[in-house]
């Protein structure tokens, strides 16, 4: 999702369907692994990977395209 646009946390859980804190350990996961950046705007917190990020997600989109078949 972030590979598209920067989200906020609330799009991502509503979007995942998935609980603050397991949301929360994620985005914990990928920010200690330098993978994505939140930013504050007011009462928001704005989410977008960073560079590296950026890679990793074009590398899965791509390995993902060349096995289409194992995906459905």
Known sequence: MLFVQPLCVCVIRE???IADSRLSYHL???KKEGLNAGEAQGNWIIYRLTA????????LADAAADK???RE
Not at 52 to 59: C, L, N, Y
């Open 15 to 17: 979007v995942l369907g």
């Open 68 to 70: 289409p078949g194992e």
């Open 52 to 59: 590296d990020g950026e890679t990793w997600a074009q590398r």
């Open 28 to 30: 914990g996961v990928l």
